[in-house]
């Protein structure tokens, strides 16, 4: 069990969202974030890997301290985030795991590396330079995770100049090392596309640049490359961590399959967040009645119209205006007008006895109907993670255990 002051920093469970000033809020289920894990990890071992929790952007928007602290008394290997901030958030929480800047370090001191414990990715021999003159300087050593780029083009060292790496990487380490290569990992562009080819090439050319290192003499510890999509899937990729972010959370993209081949079950990944608010006003209303901000609405009927105090601010994007929906009484409700910064109108005329104090479920289920981030993510041709990272900072976590 969780000792009782370890979430002393949070709104507890016993929180009730009918006392915030702004009945705005995300609930977070500890419990289903625990399941998933689990489920992430039964997958790991079969193939023999150990898990490393990615909790960057606020751990996808759902408090990166918390769902951190489930995370390692759950068993979590590594911790991966993009930036030494995020990693800093963590320590100072008290989070003891191993941590991956899986964007590397750019304009901070890298004695920030040595002081809270962190361990870089690094795509170029420039980087190198860097971390060794600090190592010296410091009089320790900087253990560093190689990111080589097999076709995602954004950070990692390319294929073919890994020999020039190593080189450089062995005689900045010498007879006294300061540098450990202790890891070496790449990132697959699109790994639910059955149907294009570029995952097969992407492990290709990863297998080719790990058979160069054994020349090199280097075993580095750690071997990752599978994200949430791989993990489904039956890959044979050499690895010994697998990088997951997405599953934990309740989501993953959808897959693209060919003709006869069916696609990965995730039926059992729960999606961990709720996101709510609660109708702070109503009035009935004539039909032609314009709405909310350029009249972009005219009721075509005498209408009720429930004033929700949520809106672009907190992550309800402006473009589900006229077209979402929210459950509001176990029935959906169509969002009507403009979102606008702090409040949204929905239509609540088909749904009968509907009170000021009733709540509205932007993301999450009732008995029977569901909105979920990869819906709304459909709706805006967008992925789920940017949905969950758009709530907002203003909108309370309520952790429900």
């Given at each position: 069990m969780i000792p009782p002051?370890?979430?002393?920093?949070?709104?507890?469970?016993?929180?009730?969202?009918?006392?915030?000033?702004?009945?705005?809020?995300?609930?977070?289920?500890?419990?289903?974030?625990?399941?998933?894990f689990e489920r992430v990890r039964a997958l790991a071992e079969r193939r023999s890997c150990r898990v490393m929790a990615v909790i960057k952007a606020d751990a996808y928007g759902h408090g990166a301290v918390p769902v951190a602290k489930v995370l390692a008394e759950c068993?979590?290997?590594?911790?991966?985030?993009?930036?030494?901030?995020?990693?800093?958030?963590?320590?100072?929480?008290?989070?003891?795991?191993?941590?991956?800047?899986?964007?590397?370090?750019?304009?901070?001191?890298?004695?920030?590396?040595?002081?809270?414990r962190l361990t870089p990715s690094v795509s170029s021999t420039a980087r190198l330079d860097t971390y060794a003159e600090c190592a010296a300087r410091m009089n320790a050593t900087i253990d560093f995770h190689l990111k080589i780029d097999t076709g995602m083009g954004r950070l990692g060292l390319p294929p073919g100049l890994l020999p020039a790496f190593i080189e450089r990487y062995q005689q900045l380490a010498g007879d006294a090392p300061r540098l450990r290569m202790t890891g070496v990992f790449t990132h697959l562009a699109s790994a639910e596309d059955l149907v294009a080819c570029q995952t097969a090439e992407?492990?290709?050319?990863?297998?080719?640049?790990?058979?160069?290192?054994?020349w090199f003499d280097v075993q580095p510890e750690w071997i990752h490359v599978s994200n949430s999509a791989a993990l489904l899937l039956d890959?044979?990729?050499?690895?010994?961590?697998?990088?997951?972010?997405?599953?934990?959370?309740?989501?993953?993209?959808?897959?693209?399959?060919?003709?006869?081949?069916?696609?990965?079950?995730?039926?059992?990944?729960?999606?961990?967040?709720?996101?709510?608010?609660?109708?702070?006003?109503?009035?009935?209303?004539?039909?032609?009645?314009?709405?909310?901000?350029?009249?972009?609405?005219?009721?075509?009927?005498?209408?009720?119209?429930?004033?929700?105090?949520?809106g672009y601010?907190?992550?309800?994007?402006?473009?589900?205006?006229?077209?979402?929906?929210?459950?509001?009484?176990?029935?959906?409700?169509?969002?009507?007008?403009?979102?606008?910064?702090?409040?949204?109108?929905?239509?609540?005329?088909?749904?009968?006895?509907?009170?000021?104090?009733?709540?509205?479920?932007?993301?999450?289920?009732?008995?029977?109907?569901?909105?979920?981030?990869?819906?709304i993510a459909t709706q805006l041709d967008t992925v789920p993670y940017e949905v969950l990272c758009s709530i907002g900072k203003r909108v309370p976590r309520i952790y429900i255990d």
């Open positions: 002051d370890a979430y002393a920093d949070w709104l507890p469970v016993t929180f009730q969202p009918d006392k915030l000033l702004r009945p705005t809020w995300a609930e977070i289920s500890l419990g289903a974030l625990r399941r998933n068993g979590a290997d590594w911790l991966g985030v993009a930036t030494v901030e995020e990693a800093i958030e963590l320590r100072d929480a008290g989070v003891h795991q191993p941590i991956l800047l899986l964007g590397g370090l750019y304009m901070s001191d890298p004695a920030d590396l040595l002081h809270y992407q492990v290709d050319r990863f297998r080719a640049a790990l058979k160069q290192l054994p890959c044979n990729i050499p690895e010994n961590l697998v990088r997951i972010g997405a599953l934990l959370y309740g989501y993953c993209l959808p897959f693209v399959t060919p003709p006869g081949k069916r696609a990965p079950d995730t039926k059992d990944f729960e999606p961990i967040l709720s996101f709510k608010s609660r109708v702070v006003y109503l009035k009935d209303v004539p039909s032609g009645t314009p709405l909310g901000y350029g009249a972009a609405f005219y009721t075509r009927r005498p209408s009720r119209i429930a004033t929700l105090p949520v601010a907190d992550g309800l994007s402006r473009a589900l205006s006229n077209r979402g929906h929210v459950i509001i009484a176990d029935h959906y409700a169509r969002i009507v007008g403009h979102i606008s910064m702090d409040l949204t109108l929905v239509d609540v005329t088909d749904i009968p006895g509907v009170m000021v104090g009733d709540e509205a479920i932007l993301i999450g289920r009732s008995e029977h109907c569901s909105i979920t981030a990869l819906e």
